[in-house]
C-alpha cells in the first residue's frame, strides 16, 4: 500500500528557510520512472507543483521559485526532503507531496499535507 | 500553460448529473488529470489521460477531451461528492486549474 506524510515545522519566521521532510513506503524511488514531487496550497487557493525529484536523483523545479528551492533525497530513499529559502507570509501554505512518474507527471497518491504559516 | 475551469461553483441536488469543464491556453494533448478535493483532505487522482479512471474511482466519473477542451462528467451526483474539483496539464511542467467547488443546492 503506498504512503506517504509530509513532516516539518507548523511555523517558520519571515526570512527564515523551510524544511520539510516525506517519509514514504510502499514503493521504490530506485524504480526507473518514479518521481516524488512537492505541491503546496494557500489557504483557500489552488494547487501550485514547486518541485520534483526523479529516481536517478534528476531535480526539476517550478521556475518562479527555482532560486529558492531544492529537493534531495536520502541515502536509504525513502525520505525525500525538500526546502524552501526567504520564507515570506505569501508561501503560508499546506505542503504536500506526492508520487508520480517522469513519463506522466500527474500525482496518483498524496501524502495528508502539513500545514506551514509564515509569521513573525 | 494556463487552465481556466468553469464554472467557479455549481450548486446541484443529489442525483443531477454534473458537467465540469477545464479549458488550457495551448494544447495540452491528453495529458490533463482530474482530481477530488472534500474538505480538510489532500487530493485524490480521478482521472489521467483526459479520460481513464484511477483505481477505485467509481464509474459515474468520466472524462473526456483533448486539445484545449476537457470536461468531467459526474453522472449522478451522490452526497460525498460535493468537492473541489482540479484540473491539471502534465504536457508541460505541471499546472493546475483554480477549481471548481460542487455544493449543496
Known amino acids: 500500500q503506498v504512503s506517504l506524510k509530509e513532516s516539518g515545522p507548523a511555523l517558520v519566521k519571515p526570512t527564515q528557510t523551510l524544511t520539510l521532510t516525506c517519509t514514504f513506503s510502499g514503493f521504490s524511488l530506485r524504480t526507473g520512472g518514479t518521481c516524488v514531487s512537492w505541491i503546496r496550497q494557500p489557504p483557500g487557493r489552488a494547487l501550485e507543483w514547486l518541485a520534483y525529484i526523479d529516481w536517478a536523483d534528476n531535480k526539476y523545479y517550478n521556475t518562479s521559485l527555482n532560486s529558492r528551492l531544492t529537493i534531495s533525497k536520502d541515502a536509504a530513499e525513502t525520505q525525500v526532503v525538500f526546502t524552501m529559502t526567504d520564507m515570506v507570509p505569501e508561501d503560508t501554505a499546506t505542503y504536500y507531496c506526492?508520487?508520480?512518474?517522469?513519463?506522466?507527471?500527474?500525482?496518483?497518491?498524496w501524502g495528508q499535507g502539513t500545514p506551514v504559516t509564515v509569521s513573525s | 500553460i494556463v487552465l481556466t475551469q468553469s464554472p467557479a461553483t455549481l450548486s446541484v441536488s443529489p442525483g443531477e448529473r454534473v458537467t465540469l469543464s477545464c479549458r488550457a491556453s495551448q494544447s495540452v494533448r491528453s495529458d490533463l488529470a482530474w482530481y477530488q478535493q472534500r474538505p480538510g483532505q489532500a487530493p485524490r487522482l480521478l482521472i489521467s489521460g483526459a479520460s481513464t479512471r484511477a483505481t477505485g474511482v467509481p464509474a459515474r466519473f468520466s472524462g473526456s477531451g483533448s486539445g484545449t477542451e476537457f470536461t468531467l462528467t459526474i453522472s449522478s451526483l451522490q452526497s460525498e461528492d460535493f468537492a473541489l474539483y482540479y484540473c491539471q496539464q502534465y504536457t508541460l511542467w505541471p499546472s493546475f486549474g483554480p477549481g471548481t467547488k460542487v455544493d449543496s443546492k
Open positions: 506526492a508520487r508520480t512518474y517522469m513519463s506522466t507527471p500527474y500525482f496518483d497518491s
